[in-house]
């Protein structure tokens, strides 16, 4: 059957092509072109049942229905894969940012404590008195 010549190496391109990076500008344009090729062949389909049964016959199917239930197999499988890679791409993007926060909330802790520190040492000099006034700190 020439179906399944097609549908094996359909779905393996649809596994591969999903899991791949959606960061790339080429990687949005595919999932743009299958969007759209999608909805032309749904449409078409509607349109014209006679020519997926066509479609069918021609590939070895028995039925369009059947065929279009292929299609759309390979279509919800990209899909997942596709969704699956975005959301680990997410939460690789959210630990960075929550390790960043929490490097930038340390270094404030920081700067913070050595400023108190430094405000308790400058507080414990001893107080002198010159020409008759008293210097603290604040004076100085």
Do not use: N
Request: proline fraction near 3%.
């Amino acid at each position: 059957m020439i179906i399944q010549i097609v549908l094996v190496p359909a779905l393996v391109l649809a596994v591969v092509l999903s899991l791949r990076s959606r960061a790339s500008l080429r990687g949005q344009a595919r999932r743009k072109i299958v969007a759209a090729l999608t909805v032309v062949a749904g449409a078409l389909a509607v349109l014209f049942p006679s020519m997926l049964q066509a479609l069918a016959d021609a590939v070895g199917v028995t039925r369009g229905t059947d065929l279009l239930l292929y299609v759309l197999a390979l279509v919800i499988i990209y899909l997942v894969g596709s969704t699956s890679a975005r959301f680990r791409e997410q939460e690789a993007r959210i630990v960075l940012l929550a390790r960043q926060v929490a490097l930038s909330d340390a270094a404030l802790r920081h700067v913070e404590e050595a400023a108190a520190r430094s405000e308790q040492t400058a507080d414990q000099l001893p107080v002198t008195v010159h020409h008759g006034v008293q210097q603290g700190p604040a004076h100085r």
